[in-house]
């Protein structure tokens, strides 16, 4: 079985760029895939053009509910096959992100949100995860000054990013051993650095 690493924070963190100039870094010397949540694939990707680029309302469940069918559907076709065949998976995303977005954040609670998650993925965790760590207000105004579209969770008010890293943090403290959390107010290249190292080490280790 190969190696499960995903990449997590807040809106703004950096983690999207970080995990693509990681993976241009690790794919000449791994056999690695790099995919996203939602999506990574067609059924998944259809999924997330629901979830973030429409502005209609959206029950809180519903939305924990979508984020887990994108997520079963994207793990028995894109990240199964590849683990089952030795290789190592970098995912933008994967279950913390609902645990601490629908599960904390939108307050219908973690253990719920858990518990469909758990019958999404069969207990398919992250063998590691690296944190993004920045404030959400950095994260919120790197956003603006990057004139990146914003999506639908990007436009949810300051209070509900801040529960955001607050899940995350509960998360960090219940799962020390999986996760790692990187400072992701400095300067970008030293970000890369850290994580390209992060994941090397955790690689030679297994």
């Known amino acids: 079985m190969g190696q499960f690493i995903t990449f997590?924070?807040?809106?703004?963190?950096?983690?999207?760029?970080?995990i693509h100039k990681?993976?241009?870094?690790l794919k000449h010397d791994y056999d690695i895939l790099l995919t996203r949540e939602p999506g990574g694939i067609k059924i998944s990707e259809a999924i997330r053009n629901l979830l973030l680029d429409s502005d209609d309302e959206m029950d809180e469940r519903t939305e924990a509910l979508?984020?887990?069918?994108?997520?079963?559907?994207?793990?028995?076709e894109k990240i199964l096959p590849q683990l089952n065949k030795g290789g190592?998976?970098?995912?933008?995303?994967?279950?913390?992100s609902?645990?601490?977005y629908q599960g904390y954040a939108r307050e219908i609670?973690?253990?719920?949100?858990?518990?469909?998650n758990e019958f999404a993925i069969?207990?398919?965790y992250p063998d590691l995860t690296l944190y993004f760590d920045v404030p959400a207000e950095v994260g919120l105004n790197r956003i603006k000054d990057n004139q990146?579209?914003?999506n639908r969770l990007d436009k949810e008010k300051i209070e509900f990013h801040h529960k955001v890293t607050d899940g995350y943090k509960k998360l960090i403290a219940e799962y020390p051993d999986r996760i790692k959390v990187i400072d992701a107010t400095q300067p970008l290249e030293k970000v890369i650095e850290e994580a390209y190292s992060m994941i090397v080490k955790f690689l030679k280790q297994v």
């Open 8 to 18: 997590e924070g807040p809106e703004g963190s950096g983690k999207t760029t970080v």
């Open 66 to 76: 979508l984020f887990a069918a994108a997520r079963r559907q994207h793990l028995v």
């Open 98 to 100: 609902s645990l601490s």
């Open 109 to 116: 609670g973690v253990k719920e949100v858990k518990a469909i």
């Open 122 to 124: 069969e207990n398919q």
């Open 22 to 25: 990681v993976f241009e870094m």
């Open 148 to 150: 990146r579209d914003a």
């Open 88 to 96: 190592t998976v970098l995912c933008d995303r994967f279950v913390d």
